[in-house]
């Protein structure tokens, strides 16, 4: 069994090294999107290596790790499929980012603080890995059914996105807006649910020693999706794209929070 520290620094080294030849495929294959996929899947991967060579109690780990799994395997998966399908055209957001700096190695540093922001959001699971009380504590439980439950909302909001995309080409048109189900209250639905995913990992790690650090987690969650790559960029593609008809669905409709419509 390793201790914290080593299992930390092993953990922030296969981040930075799966990182790294991250980097040299998205940069070969000149599709940054595939990003997104390394670092959802990275957590999942990171999380089960403190499974298994962490001293904490067998169920805990196990509980964590299932947890981390379902979420980054079903999130890699599908941000994987949509990225392929699209491919070779990218992200918007990372386009706007090649825009912005070129071709050049900043993508390299960008990837290595994306392999370090990584390392950072896996820690509810070291610290879970490395907890010897024998019992789950209410908060354990609580936390990690609301990281599930907000899975589960972050699944249907993209089945419905996913779902939408297949059929406006065919049958609504180009410049058809998702206003129904999920996205009727929210404009980014699958955002909010994502926020959520981290408050419950978060919480359920809150009662370990060092347990309040990993509220950095869904602080820097919802800066990245309110501030940084997720709604800002999302939102002025989606201006660009559809003008007057996206506008009308911002002024009617909650930005992330679930609402009802204006």
Not at 23 to 43: E, H, K, M
Not at 47 to 54: N, V
Not at 104 to 128: C, H, K, N
Request: net charge positive.
């Amino acid at each position: 069994m390793w201790d914290m520290t080593h299992l930390a620094l092993l953990g922030l080294a296969i981040s930075l090294i799966v990182f790294g030849l991250g980097w040299v495929v998205c940069a070969r294959i000149r599709n940054y999107g595939f990003l997104d996929v390394f670092w959802t899947l990275s957590i999942g991967a990171l999380a089960s290596l403190y499974s298994l060579l962490g001293s904490g109690t067998l169920l805990r780990r196990g509980a964590f790790a299932a947890a981390a799994l379902v979420w980054s395997l079903r999130l890699g998966i599908y941000i994987a499929l949509r990225v392929g399908k699209s491919h070779p055209r990218e992200d918007p957001r990372y386009r706007s980012l090649r825009e912005r700096w070129g071709d050049t190695w900043g993508f390299l540093l960008f990837f290595e603080l994306q392999a370090v922001i990584a390392f950072i959001f896996s820690m509810p699971f070291l610290l879970a890995s490395m907890n010897g009380a024998p019992q789950l504590g209410i908060w354990e439980v609580v936390g990690l059914g609301l990281a599930l439950a907000a899975t589960a909302g972050e699944t249907l909001a993209d089945y419905q996105a996913q779902r939408f995309k297949n059929a406006r080409s065919e049958q609504r048109g180009k410049n058809a807006i998702l206003d129904t189900g999920l996205w009727r209250y929210s404009r980014h639905p699958n955002y909010f649910f994502e926020s959520l995913v981290w408050w419950g990992f978060s919480l359920a790690a809150f009662g370990f020693p060092w347990g309040w650090t990993t509220l950095l987690c869904p602080i820097l969650m919802l800066y990245f999706l309110l501030r940084v790559t997720g709604i800002p960029l999302t939102e002025k593609h989606s201006l660009e794209s559809h003008g007057e008809a996206y506008r009308s669905y911002q002024r009617r409709t909650n930005r992330f929070i679930p609402g009802l419509p204006r």
